[in-house]
């Protein structure tokens, strides 16, 4: 009896060295080096990656690093309460391949898309609820069912492109007003960094940084996205180039402007026709305010605006703060496009009390809040942006750890 024992002790070690050997082999296994991504032209935004490299940082930061058995519960709930197996229909990923995930606004169809490989091919189109699947390419719409219509134009529009993805790396892809820019996310312990092709020298006049600094030229589609009611359109709908310095925001008790954000922006037009329209549409738009020469009064604040050329308009929350003597400082960028500083004070909000609470309820705003508030500091240059963290901060974490609470909404 005892003997058995033994050789079945000795069998069950076996078995689980060889399956451990075999799944070491296969987590080991090199990537290939270049992979092959769709592109839509109608695609804003697509992030590429590597899974099963991906997967292996992942294990490694959250079991050997973090140590954080509630988030490690938390990633299992998640995983099982999403429903995409059944979603999928037992389509099974090859995670020796590039997976993308695509943000897509056609008429046809908007929304979310992510592309990956099926380990099973299907020579035939292969629809299901939430899928289609031509050859091992499978396109999955997390958000909502495909109509046969949207399927078709997907596997009609559809291009690829090669790309070298490197382990431990995202490839971007994106358009700023329809110009394609390509570039790579990475990171190193408590730094991210976003590396693109070198921007041209483009010397445009921005406000001089503090707080939280943007300048770039005006993305269009912020434009595309808000509603065709929403008043504040009409100062946008000309623009060429905004610079903002943005400290934070304080709720208030006035119903009309319940929101009070402290900030000073730059708008420049595309001329001084289009600026003046801009002026003259708010102005009738917001026809009951108290209109002064150069001060507006919106519920809690006096919002001082100035033009500074004949198609730049100047806008200050607080005179006394941003401009005390009428002017902006300003000064020049090389390339048009600038930012740094702090991250935290894009989600930072004073005298919330119990509304602080509703916020904090709002999954997306409360994984925005987590994010920026474990950043140190945001910083760009000709090439990119570099993200520092705070101390203690795993990059790769913190990342995650948004993803899965944007996930729950």
Known sequence: ?????????????????????????????????????????????????????????????????????????????????????????????????????????SKEFKGTLIHFYSEKSSTNKNQ?????????????????????????????????????????????????NGILSVGKIHWDKNELHYVTTEMKTNQTVILSPRYFHYSNQFPRKILDEMPSEATMRTLLVSLDQISLNYEGGTLTEDQQFPFAPSFEALLTYKNPVAMERAINTIKSVYDSLEWKEQVVKMGTQDIFFKRTSPKTLYICSNKNQFCPNGNPNLTRCNTGFLCKGDLGRLTSI??????????????????????FDGTKNISSSKNGIEITFKPGKAVLHELLKTLVVYGQE
């Open 1 to 105: 009896m005892n003997r058995l024992k033994e050789i079945l002790y000795v069998l069950s070690l076996s078995f689980l060295f060889f399956a451990t050997v075999q799944f070491s082999l296969s987590i080991s296994k090199k990537p290939s080096k270049y992979q092959r991504i769709p592109y839509f032209k109608e695609a804003n935004f697509e992030l590429s990656a590597h899974p099963l490299s991906l997967i292996k940082e992942v294990l490694t930061t959250e079991l050997f690093q973090i140590k954080n058995q509630a988030f490690l519960n938390q990633i299992q709930k998640f995983n099982t309460s999403s429903g995409t197996k059944n979603e999928l229909e037992g389509i099974n990923v090859n995670l020796d391949q590039a997976m993308s995930l695509l943000l897509i606004n």
């Open 128 to 176: 299901g609820k939430q899928y289609v699947q031509l050859g091992n390419d499978v396109f999955y719409a997390p958000g909502k069912p495909l109509t046969s219509k949207q399927a078709e134009w997907i596997l009609n529009q559809v291009k690829w492109t090669t790309k070298s993805i490197p382990a431990g790396q995202f490839i971007v892809q994106q358009r700023l």
């Open 350 to 371: 004073k005298n919330t009390g119990w509304a602080g609470l509703v916020l904090d309820m709002i999954p997306a705003f409360r994984a925005s809040k987590e994010l």
